[in-house]
């Protein structure tokens, strides 16, 4: 199973995409910068069981208050 949810413009150069997938007998979140020119996944990113969803998107949400009060978001 791969389901692609969305991308993310980086920069001119690369974007980012979340993808849900499968990989022996694991569901996972990847997070991972692609370029653009090429259409091929770097190195740079973040793939994690989906079971730490709620925890990661916790941890985003800290970040945005954190970002807020900071008067950078």
């Known amino acids: ?3 692609f949810i969305g991308t993310i413009p980086k920069n001119t150069r690369e974007v980012v995409k979340v993808e849900l997938s499968e990989f022996n007998g694991h569901d996972l979140l990847s997070v991972r910068v692609w370029t653009k020119d ?3 996944p770097t190195t740079k990113g973040l793939t994690v069981s989906v ?3 709620p925890e990661l998107l916790g ?3 800290a970040a945005e208050v954190e970002a807020r009060k900071a008067g950078i978001l």
């Open 51 to 53: 079971k730490l969803l």
């Open 1 to 3: 199973m791969n389901k």
């Open 59 to 61: 941890a985003l949400g």
């Open 38 to 40: 090429t259409d091929r």
